[in-house]
């Protein structure tokens, strides 16, 4: 399968340290070959010798909007429409509190209850911050389309199930909304840079999403804001950020802000942030989406179909369906085990890193630029040691430690 | 003086482009000796090697407190009371809305006229945002004691002022306002790493400022925020991100923030950018904020006392008073003069780099960590003969630059 994979030639553009299985690129990508570099290049020669020169002569000032484009790509965004800028939970807050200044006296914000909790926090912010009787509407992401209804300012959803990996359908979702004139609001932290996620031709109307999951910009990575095109005049990001604003150096006494989508930016960006995402775009540069998406969905089924022919009768339980489209699935799975914290502590003992989701999930995460399948194979062989040799039981394992 | 300098010291630690004299680190400070490698071993070791081990194995979860406690050594807080996060911008806004909420039905959020512009933008943000009737109230610096009433919610002061570089009374501003119930937020951003700021002496309720000026912590370093411990309980910000969780990886329904200082932070830190700021903060880990203040003094009021005596009736004209003791001015000075910005862009022609404030302010920023009284006598002679020889009227300088 490995040699036969299109994208096998992407391997070689990202460092992982020898003999180790990496299967939590969903939580942090890998580092490229040449993002040390990145940094360096940045910090001694930007910084260091242009020193306050390099905002024009490096051209940090136009970073937002440049590192935007590059990924805008992987999302299916023509220019002009994404932002990289602070954290997705602040970009989360802005978008909603600007869909509801946009929409009043619509204050329904519709939430999928398996949405990353800590999105759901962030319309609970909202709630606390504007004080104005809001609903926060909360279903399961099978009845999203029947929820909307013309009370619904704003829909929030993670696109892809931060726990099973299954994705809403976008389209379908986009569409109810428009009819019903609500705003449409996607994460994308674990579709980016791997699903062919299509935010213009899906009709969508606003995405976030993070830069240090699938997309491989380091830890803490900058995130990213979508405002399609046809809404930017009219949403007002609530954070008066001067970076946002149309004239930011001729320092007027009020804000006023700048057209297009430098209106969603806020405080001065993080340059050195932005330049090691930067370089990790121009890894996925000649990549595409599509691409991605199929060997994730190769990399997805054949690790189940090895979980369940290698480890049957261990307790092992996939949450979700076996089989799903690609596009369907996402580039994660999780499977309960009673002992799932033990098991993710030996396989990391194993050199073999997934990560734990509370109370008992065991997650996968296959990234589709540098995971080979021959890495699934060796992983499941691992897994299957640790289930049938018990080691998940070991005494060192017994207590949790705070991150996993 | 340099020889007398009891700072001079430490600019061995900081890496100038030889020839340059840089007089804009009220801007962006310099560099580190040690910042490449700084930002090399997060993302090549840390990262590269480490993976999400790195959460636990290199105390990244712990950074934004950690490095928050180095920084609060320099502005007077004791441990436990200042968090290195995400932008000026997002913590005045969060700072702002959590007075707000707290102190209502008070309804008055009372700015300085002479605020940096831009943070008198996120109080306008903030009243867009909540669309509840809050006045804001601006008045001049000199007026804020007089204008402190029961109407007053939260006073929002730069500390400093940006062009004239006179700081204002905080002790005095907080003793006023907590008389009368009103919370007081200073923005440290040209005074911290430069002054004496004694936030816990002097009763300051909270503060903001951005990490890449005096403390040179590399361009768009992430900002930080101080609350005093006697408040923390009681103020919520409004961005319920995951990281101010009470128990972030639990994942749990409902957003709980987390005791102390961590309920202000937001989304996933940056990294990188906290690992280069905790580098530049290392740089002044045996300096007293005394010392710097006292230097930060000498050379301002060297500076004046040169631009006077050897550049005399040239048209240049101080902002504000001659006469500053220690502590009443920052580490820096704005000369307006008709031909400000050809004189600027003229002086770094000459590899003298001061900035432009519209529309006719010309600012040198004096850092005192790796300034020496050499450079101001060298840049003033720099300065007579861009004035003598009339080098502002280039024609190259007609055109203005975006940023300067």
Redesign the interface.
């Known amino acids: 399968m490995d040699a036969a994979d299109p994208l096998a030639r992407l391997r070689g553009r990202f460092?992982l340290?020898p003999g180790?299985i990496?299967l939590?690129g969903n939580?942090?990508g890998?580092?490229s070959n040449t993002?040390?570099e990145a940094?360096?290049r940045?910090?001694?020669e930007?910084?260091?010798?242009g020193?306050?020169?390099?905002?024009?002569q490096a051209d940090?000032?136009d970073a937002p909007v440049r590192v935007g484009d590059a990924l805008g790509r992987l999302i299916g965004a023509a220019e002009g429409q994404v932002l990289v800028t602070?954290?997705?939970?602040?970009n989360i807050?802005k978008l909603l509190?600007a869909a509801l200044?946009h929409q009043a006296p619509r204050g329904v914000v519709l939430l999928e209850g398996e949405n990353f909790?800590?999105d759901?926090?962030?319309a609970?912010?909202?709630e606390?911050?504007?004080?104005?009787g809001l609903e926060l509407r909360v279903v399961p992401g099978a009845q999203l389309v029947d929820a909307l209804d013309e009370s619904v300012a704003v829909l929030l959803a993670s696109h892809v199930n931060y726990r099973t990996g299954l994705s809403l359908d976008m389209a379908r979702i986009n569409r109810r909304a428009a009819e019903v004139g609500a705003l449409t609001l996607w994460d994308l932290a674990h579709s980016a840079g791997l699903l062919d996620v299509r935010l213009d031709a899906s009709g969508a109307d606003m995405a976030v999403g993070?830069g240090?999951k699938y997309l491989n910009g380091?830890?803490?990575?900058?995130?990213f804001l979508y405002v399609a095109e046809r809404h930017q005049a009219a949403l007002?990001?609530?954070?008066?950020?001067?970076?946002g604003?149309a004239r930011p150096?001729?320092?007027?006494?009020?804000?006023e802000p700048a057209p297009g989508i430098r209106r969603f930016a806020?405080?001065?960006?993080?340059?050195?942030?932005?330049a090691?995402l930067e370089d990790a775009l121009e890894q996925l540069a000649d990549v595409s989406p599509v691409d991605l998406q199929a060997k994730a969905s190769k990399l997805t089924r054949t690790f189940i179909e090895l979980v369940h022919s290698r480890c049957p009768d261990a307790g092992m339980t996939l949450l979700g369906p076996v089989e799903a489209a690609a596009g369907e699935r996402g580039g994660h799975v999780t499977f309960t085990h009673p002992e799932g914290y033990g098991i993710v502590q030996a396989l990391?003992a194993r050199e073999v890193?997934p990560?734990f989701?509370?109370p008992e999930g065991v997650r996968f995460g296959f990234a589709p630029a540098y995971l080979r399948f021959v890495d699934l194979w060796e992983a499941v062989e691992h897994l299957r040691s640790v289930l049938a040799g018990r080691e998940y039981a070991d005494a060192r394992y017994r207590e949790r430690?705070?991150?996993?």
């Open positions: 460092s340290p180790l990496y939590d939580s942090l890998a580092r993002a040390t940094a360096r940045v910090v001694e930007e910084w260091g010798r020193l306050i020169r390099s905002w024009t940090w000032i602070d954290s997705t939970t602040a807050f509190v200044n909790p800590a759901n926090y962030i609970q912010g909202v606390f911050a504007l004080a104005r993070c240090y380091g830890p803490g990575a900058p995130a007002r990001s609530p954070l008066f950020g001067w970076m604003h150096f001729e320092f007027g006494a009020d804000y806020c405080g001065t960006p993080g340059v050195v942030g932005l090691v990391i890193i990560d989701r509370s430690a705070r991150v996993t």
